[in-house]
């Protein structure tokens, strides 16, 4: 029972913290999502101390950023990620070409062996998608083309790093599978590719049969838990588990309005999804800032960790206008838990240092911290930009 009312009490402190540091930073006109991030930053194991690590709130976390994520879905239709598909497939891939080789560079310049260097570079490909999603979520600007670019490329960036740490992970090892590697490629795209195309025709077809459902909102129910079983299949694959949650919302998307999905989503978002970005907070080691051997090499790998992405991402969508790329660009810059899982990987392997793991960790801290500020002011500098695909603004103004 003891362990039960701790868990209890984390929830607690966690939900009210966030809650007060959103409203603090939205009354200063900024995403509520930095309140969240800084609030674990106070409340983690490395400053005050009042939340640690619990089970209990990892299942939590992990419940928000999926339900987070099949919200976004279902606010884009199939129709609009098409739209963009070549912009996005584009992103994607010149976003992770460019990290992953100034890492790699930046690694041996540091005079690391191969081995660790390719995990630096590594470390730098994958966006997490969840905290851009978020800003624009909070803004209202996830129907516009810049933010389905940016989706669009995100799914693009998660498939195409599975491959790339595969990869790396058996040169390290001395055993590189092609044959391994490949099929781990070719079931994330088979698996996304199935999704994208038979969900939303189960969804139409199946419109009357749960209309007759007695069950209280039966196509919220299968919708939810549709949500659950695509984020775990696309977890047990490899990919993230958000790539099966958005994929799941995207199809239930076509669904009716009367469904009234997105209505009846809003109070889980509003409960669990703060829970994903306090904890993301909690591993910020902030001790890290005051050690020199690491802070001057990790404050330059920030800045090549911001700069592959803003470039490398921009240039895909350099037709578009600068303004519009600089904010596809910056939308990709945060890196996540994936970032730590590598360097954890590398560390396991024992080719990561402890030194280049504080530095990985610095970057996943501070381009966390980077993009939500930045967003909001940079979409609102490409509302004038007019979207020639779909004849509509790529942002509108009214809803900045």
């Not at 919200?71 to 070549?86: A, D, F, N, P």
């Not at 890492?103 to 998608?129: K, M």
Request: include cysteine; proline fraction near 4%.
């Amino acid at each position: 029972m003891e362990g039960i009312s701790h868990s209890l009490l984390n929830l607690f402190l966690v939900f009210v913290g966030a809650k007060i540091a959103g409203e603090v930073f939205e009354r200063l006109r900024q995403p509520a999502v930095i309140g969240e991030l800084l609030a674990g930053v106070i409340m983690g194991p490395y400053a005050l101390g009042i939340v640690g690590e619990d089970v209990a709130l990892q299942v939590v976390s992990t419940l928000g950023v999926v339900i987070l994520m099949f919200y976004v879905g279902l606010e884009t239709r199939r129709s609009e990620i098409l739209k963009v598909g070549r912009a996005g497939v584009l992103v994607g891939t010149l976003g992770i070409i460019l990290p992953l080789v100034c890492g790699f560079a930046f690694g041996r310049a540091l005079g690391r062996d191969w081995a660790e260097s390719l995990f630096i570079g590594t470390a730098l490909v994958a966006t997490s998608v969840g905290i851009t999603a978020r800003v624009l979520s909070d803004r209202g600007l996830l129907s516009t083309r810049l933010a389905r670019i940016i989706i669009t490329a995100a799914v693009v960036d998660d498939v195409l790093g599975l491959v790339v740490l595969s990869a790396v992970s058996g040169v390290v090892k001395g055993s590189l599978d092609v044959g391994r590697v490949s099929l781990v490629g070719l079931e994330a795209v088979a698996f996304v590719v199935a999704i994208v195309v038979v969900l939303p025709w189960v969804v139409v077809k199946s419109e009357t049969l749960l209309d007759r459902l007695h069950i209280s909102n039966a196509p919220f129910a299968v919708a939810v838990g549709s949500m659950l079983l695509f984020a775990a299949i696309a977890e047990s694959i490899g990919l993230a588990a958000i790539v099966g949650a958005f994929f799941a919302g995207m199809g239930f998307a076509e669904g009716p309005d009367r469904w009234e999905l997105q209505q009846r989503t809003e109070p889980l978002y509003e409960w669990l999804v703060p829970f994903f970005f306090v904890l993301m907070g909690t591993r910020v080691n902030i001790g890290l800032f005051t050690d020199a051997a690491v802070l001057v090499p990790g404050l330059a790998l920030v800045g090549i960790a911001v700069a592959t992405k803003v470039i490398g991402c921009g240039l895909a969508v350099a037709n578009e206008g600068p303004r519009p790329a600089l904010a596809v660009g910056v939308g990709m810059v945060p890196r996540g838990e994936v970032g730590l899982i590598v360097a954890a990987m590398g560390q396991s392997l024992g080719v990561v240092s402890e030194p280049v793991f504080a530095m990985i960790v610095m970057v996943v801290a501070a381009s966390t911290l980077i993009a939500p500020p930045l967003l909001p002011a940079l979409f609102r500098l490409a509302r004038a930009t007019s979207d020639v695909s779909a004849g509509s603004p790529v942002v509108d103004p009214e809803t900045l």
